[in-house]
């Protein structure tokens, strides 16, 4: 599926009033746009990639819009899935500006259906849909689950996917096609269209967004909209930390670099560090007040949209912000983005750049705020990733059961379905295109029995076959109970921040809460907080007046580095005495320091650096590939090591490296060779060198919740995730003792796996790392690289102060050139 390389497209007879529009606003049709309307008019899907701000939406929409105003719809043609609900009022705005303009909106109706819609717009779409409907993958689910959602959706001629990026590699992706596979089904001359602007493996996206089997179109296209990175770096002589990431040293450059007339977005990688950044700003610059704002996904709904309207009319201008403000709304007055800290992603940073000049033909410029010496070489090195081209890749789940089993009760609530063939049909998504029948027909007992083991359950016999062998729900409950828990997105342990007149703030941890007494004062959305009271999964708050430094910590939010930048910062450090990029300049202390203790490995060798302290015997081995990726590396290695000289070993993992620590001298020279990082016997050493028992059980919550085994709301009610958590224990435990080779316990196990450690790329990883050249360095004292490790295993055991004092001593040890280094 070769991108199109065909002259430039004539633009449709019924989509011309629209261009017409276009045209009016003084915008010309990009060559790309004009080959999707050409493409949809000819019956074809497909993928559009281009970059952010250029005009996807209307490249996706103006084909089935002018099939609209042309031929007329009677119910529902084009459906809109975005993964953001807060972004489908703004997609519902610029659908309708063309409409109103050309005055077509009295006979094409466009609305939004999501968690946030009026009982009365539902009420009213329960018995008629309109011709546009934008909506997200879980209410798209739970259309389907109308009796009569085959009639409604017979119609239904486009499906768009916006984002698709962002819904791909998720459950929530896996959950979007199997709704395409049954909406195709319902309608098998639908047209779907993904539009993403950072994806690798376009082939493999486009053929999840058109299904197996079935031939799309990719179009892409080189628009003039460079991305610029540039940094605030130290001065020289300036003394910068060697680790550490909320970067607070850079409080007053980064203040000095803003302008509180020029609309800026300051990202961060953490709802924590979120909180900080915008407290410390405020703090520093209190007549910017009224003009900043803080956004994050833990912040009530209602607040989140009024900073974003703000920063769309002007009146907000500096926004700190996570992820939450990545993607889809238009913010076309934001002027320049800022990224405190790593972006730990190329995608990532190109996504947050595009932020800025949301135009079509405008650069984007991103200004990086590295927060220690190795993320200036990280900033060089995703510059460099994105001048090659090297993006991460998006891959589709692989046939995750519990996501099946919550679909068939869906098909089972929304018309009904045969087993042969919904397997058929189920197969033709692309993350289900190798599902065997042994494995349907296991899901299909589980949802229809309880499977081996909850036959005597009632609540686990979800659907029944009729007389014809038709599949539906008998139980009104149990439909009641499908429809309040549709979906992929698992909670984490939270409860609601409210003030004491009710007000919504926003969520926080249990764990957090659970830690403070009533009266002590915390940090949230921008306020000082006092604890009142808690009760039914709510923390009742009231504003103080007294400051305060304790911000929540939400577990689970420090990103790992990804494997394109991993490839990138092995490049880039090995070039690093070179020089060039200003960032390069400005870690050349850094770097001699480390040369003067070991050396800078090569992108073909590991590095690992030995040394003993008054802690034990040390090993410190530098992968580059990520902190999940070394956490499991290092309990492998540990595992691996420890056969061959008994030892016991205390583990630390960063971005960078690992550490292992034995208390007791360790021969690790002696026992340190390739084969330790052999792919024979991966998968079992892996599993034996982690408690994965225990980690599967605690990941078993969330399969459980998606697959219909627990529910978490109720009509009325929610569980709380400790309820849910014993519960899906309960079910776990069980499973094990009676159901040994039950899948979803197997998923479950997988899962952890992957998520814990990133077992597939772990696997590229030990197959690198067998290859590599291995340089082992014995040292005098921990080096430049390996200092930050140290201190990742010890600041939770000992003061800061504490921490602080060994950290300068041993400094100091590395001498005049080693000088530039200091801690956070």
């Known amino acids: 599926m070769a991108p199109s390389s065909r002259p430039i497209a004539r633009i449709p007879g019924a989509v011309r009033p629209l261009v017409g ?3 009016s606003q003084g915008w010309k049709p990009f060559p790309f746009q004009r080959q999707a309307w050409s493409d949809y008019a000819d019956g074809l899907s497909g993928l559009i990639h281009v ?11 103006f084909g089935p819009m002018g099939d609209l105003l042309e031929e007329g719809a009677d119910g529902l043609a084009l459906l809109y899935v975005t993964p953001l609900r807060a972004v489908s009022r703004d997609i519902e705005a610029a659908i309708k500006r063309p409409l109103a303009a050309i005055g077509a909106l009295e006979r094409v109706t ?141 409080l007053d450059r980064v203040i000095e670099s803003l302008d509180p007339v020029q609309s800026t977005l300051v990202f961060v990688n953490t709802r924590s560090q979120a909180e900080r950044w915008f407290h410390a700003i405020e703090l520093a610059r209190p007549e910017w007040r009224p003009i900043m704002a803080l956004h994050h996904g833990s912040i009530d709904r209602a607040a989140r949209e009024k900073v974003e309207r703000g920063l769309k009319d002007g009146s907000i201008r500096i926004v700190v912000a996570t992820s939450s403000l990545d993607l889809g709304v238009d913010f076309a007055p934001v002027e320049r983005v800022m990224q405190i800290g790593s972006p730990k992603g190329v995608a990532r940073l190109m996504q947050r750049a595009g932020r800025a000049s949301h135009r079509p033909g405008q650069p984007c410029r991103i200004t990086c705020v590295p927060t220690h010496g190795l993320e200036m070489i990280e900033v060089a090195a995703v510059r460099r990733a994105i001048r090659a081209g090297h993006i991460e890749p998006r891959v589709s789940e692989t046939k995750p059961l519990d996501v099946l089993t919550q679909h068939m009760v869906t098909c089972a609530l929304g018309g009904g379905f045969t087993d042969g063939q919904l397997y058929e049909e189920v197969r ?50 149990l439909a009641a109970l499908h429809r309040f828990n549709v ?81 990138a910062v092995r490049d880039t450090l090995a070039a690093a005495p070179d020089g060039g990029e200003a960032e390069l300049v400005a870690a050349d202390r850094l770097v001699r320091a480390q040369l003067s203790e070991s050396i800078l490995p090569r992108p073909d060798e590991l590095l690992c650096e030995l040394c003993t302290t008054r802690d034990g015997t040390h090993l410190f081995v530098f992968p580059f590939e990520g902190r999940l990726v070394h956490g499991g ?18 583990i630390s993992a960063n971005d960078y490296g690992f550490e292992l620590l034995c208390d007791e001298p360790y021969p690790f020279a002696d026992v340190l060779d390739r084969e330790v990082f052999s792919l024979e016997n991966l998968a079992e050493d892996a599993i034996e060198s982690v408690n994965l028992s225990a980690l599967a059980r605690s990941q078993f919550r969330e399969v459980a919740r998606v697959s219909g085994l627990v529910f978490q709301n109720y009509p009325g009610a ?12 309960l079910l776990y435990d069980v499973f094990e003792q009676f159901d040994p080779d039950n899948l979803l316990m197997h998923q479950a196990r997988r899962e952890v796996l992957e998520r814990q450690f990133e077992q597939s790329r772990m696997g590229r990883v030990m197959q690198r790392l067998g290859q590599s050249r291995l340089q082992v360095i014995q040292t005098r004292r921990p080096t430049p690289l390996s200092l930050p490790l140290v201190v990742e295993r010890i600041r939770g055991r000992v003061s800061l102060e504490s921490v602080d004092r060994q950290i300068a001593r041993i400094e100091a040890s590395w001498g005049a050139a080693e000088g530039s280094c200091a801690s956070n």
């Open 21 to 23: 529009w276009m045209r």
């Open 51 to 61: 970059p952010t701000g250029a005009g996807k939406t209307y490249a996706a929409c």
């Open 110 to 250: 466009v609305e939004t259906r999501t968690g946030d819609t009026s009982t009365s717009v539902r009420a009213r779409q329960k018995i008629r849909l309109p011709n546009i409907l934008i909506t997200t993958p879980e209410s798209l689910t739970l259309l389907l689950t109308h009796p009569q959602s085959g009639e409604r959706f017979s119609r239904l001629r486009c499906v768009i996917l916006d984002e698709w990026h962002e819904l791909l590699s998720t459950k929530r992706g896996t959950q979007t096609e199997l709704a395409l596979a049954r909406l195709r089904r319902f309608s098998p001359e639908l047209r779907t269209w993904a539009l993403s602007a950072t994806i690798s493996n376009l082939d493999d996206a486009l053929q999840a967004a058109v299904g197996t089997g079935r031939s799309g179109r990719l179009i892409t296209a080189r628009l003039d909209r460079p991305i610029e990175i540039d940094s605030i770096l130290p001065g020289p002589g300036d003394r910068f930390p060697w680790a550490g990431h909320l970067g607070m040293h850079q």
């Open 428 to 477: 033709t998504a692309h993350a289900y295109r190798n599902l065997t029948r042994d494995e349907f027909d296991w899901a299909l007992r589980l949802v229809r029995d309880g499977g081996e083991v909850l036959g005597a359950y009632p609540e686990y016999k979800r659907i029944v076959a009729d007389a014809e062998g038709v599949y539906r729900v008998g139980d009104a409950r």
């Open 487 to 567: 979906g992929t997105i698992t909670g984490d342990a939270t409860m609601d921040l409210r003030f004491t007149n009710g007000k919504r703030i926003g969520s926080i941890e249990e764990n957090f809460i659970s830690k403070l007494s009533r009266g002590q004062r915390f940090y949230f959305a921008g306020r000082t907080l006092e604890l009142v009271t808690v009760r039914d999964l709510t923390a009742y708050v009231r504003t103080a007046r007294a400051k305060t430094n304790l911000t929540p910590i939400w577990s689970g939010t420090r990103l790992p580095i990804s494997e394109s930048l991993s490839q």
């Open 633 to 650: 590396l290092a309990a492998l290695t540990a595992l691996r090591l420890g056969r061959r000289r008994e030892g016991t070993f205390a």
């Open 718 to 729: 929610q569980r709380s995730v400790r309820q849910l958590q014993a519960r899906a224990g």
